[in-house]
């Protein structure tokens, strides 16, 4: 099959992901060397972060790049151990040009708690995220993690990884990105709606299926459908 996309260049990709290393560094997304990143840049090629450095404070010489088999193709570093899970996703999903694995704190705690984002409170979150689904716990850097998320990768726009933090992907580096944001708002709105205030007026079927409708017009293919508290109810009755 031909591949008619039209990629970053090699500079540009190596330039964004330093600049989404120094966003997800800023906004407490990640400590210290945690986290990774990489972009598309051919049908079978990505540059990536390396391991052991700072996503704060990324210079494009430190970046890897690499065949979807993880062969490396370029660079002076070695990438990170958790670039299998980007592999996977791209091997999985063809759509997918970028991908971003971070640990933003609240998201996270969701995650340690096993409770997925599902609750169907903000039309944003629905329209541009969906749900997100807690994938059962990997040992870090293992092959256990790709096989983790697999299940995920056409279905969803991002997975909780269970107990070790939060991963998104994107059709451009910047929706990639978005999409982490959109996951620690989300996560912060349902902590404090559902545990704090103990109170969360959700949007019924209806709503949610106009939001559904709007995010096919955007182009977005993935996300899930959240379940109405009403049609939840239906479910338990009839069950």
Same mark, same amino acid.
């Given at each position: 099959?031909? !591949? ?5 260049? !090699? ?49 494009? !010489? ?33 759509? /997918? ?17 096993? &409770? ?17 689904? /807690? ?72 709503? &949610? ?31």
């Amino acid at each position: 099959m031909q !591949d008619n996309k039209k990629y970053n260049s !090699d500079n540009q990709a190596k330039e964004m992901i330093c600049e989404i290393g120094r966003r997800i560094y800023n906004r407490n997304y990640v400590a210290a060397n945690d986290g990774n990143i990489s972009v598309k840049v051919g049908p079978n090629e990505i540059w990536t972060t390396p391991t052991g450095v700072s996503k704060g404070y990324m210079t494009p !010489d430190m970046m890897v790049k690499m065949d979807f088999s993880g062969n490396v193709l370029a660079g002076n570093l070695k990438p990170s151990s958790e670039v299998k899970m980007h592999l996977r996703v791209y091997n999985e999903n063809p759509e /997918v040009n970028a991908v971003v694995h971070a640990h933003p704190p609240i998201a996270t705690s969701f995650a340690i708690a096993g &409770i997925p984002l599902d609750k169907p409170v903000l039309p944003e979150a629905i329209v541009l995220l969906g749900n997100v689904p /807690v994938a059962p716990y990997a040992l870090p850097g293992t092959q256990e993690v790709p096989d983790s998320i697999a299940p995920y990768c056409n279905t969803h726009n991002a997975v909780l990884l269970a107990n070790h933090g939060a991963l998104t992907w994107g059709r451009d580096l910047m929706e990639a990105y978005f999409r982490m944001e959109s996951l620690e708002h989300y996560a912060n709105i349902l902590m404090h709606s559902t545990f704090i205030l103990k109170k969360a007026n959700e949007l019924n079927t209806s709503q &949610i299926a106009d939001l559904i409708k709007i995010r096919e017009t955007m182009g977005i293919k993935a996300g899930g459908v959240p379940i109405s508290e009403e049609d939840r109810k239906d479910n338990e009755e009839n069950s």
